[in-house]
């Protein structure tokens, strides 16, 4: 008899593929991620950069692997799952939303840059390794982006850990 996938098990990977896919098209923009991480000595930057493209990649594979309904594919998923509900606060640090919300208001005219800034034509700006006395217009802003962006990734993993431990799922996957 022919496993089907169930309706949740499909909704997840399809999820877990666009994200993936969305997530490895903006990694292109390798100037942008050295913007987003400037705070960080190149060989972090580096190193968190490949263990990014190599996680996309790693989330297509397994997302392919739960619509064949392998079994091995449901606990790696549940395993990244738990990895990210824990991790989660590590992978959106503050400073990479302050860094955006600094060039966003600068992008839009509302502030300027901190003073020290290295700014080259069509590049993103350097910004000085201490930023002092900068007062961002809208400051809430990059806390509320970061709490965001955690509250998405444990809504999304919280969610899968749970359907993909039920009893009916785990069956379907036997």
């Not at 292109?28 to 190599?54: C, E, G, H, W």
């Not at 509900?85 to 060039?103: D, G, Q, R, T, W």
């Amino acid at each position: 008899m022919k496993k089907t996938s169930l309706l949740g098990v499909k909704i997840f990977a399809i999820l877990l593929i666009a994200a993936s896919f969305n997530k490895l098209f903006g990694l292109q923009n390798v100037a942008y991620y050295k913007f987003m991480f400037q705070y960080l000595p190149d060989n972090f930057l580096a190193l968190r950069l490949t263990m990014s493209i190599l996680l996309r990649i790693m989330g297509i594979i397994i997302a392919l692997g739960l619509l064949l309904n392998k079994e091995v594919f449901r606990k790696c998923f549940i395993a990244i799952c738990v990895l990210t509900i824990f991790m989660s606060p590590f992978k959106h640090p503050f400073k990479v939303f302050y860094n955006i919300a600094i060039y966003s208001e600068y992008k839009q005219g509302i502030n300027v840059l901190p003073e020290g800034s290295v700014t080259k034509a069509l590049d993103y700006p350097l910004f000085p390794k201490e930023i002092k006395n900068y007062n961002l217009k809208y400051p809430r802003v990059p806390l509320v982006s970061m709490i965001s962006y955690i509250l998405l990734d444990l809504v999304f993993s919280l969610s899968a850990v749970l359907y993909f431990t039920r009893v009916k799922v785990k069956e379907s996957f036997k």
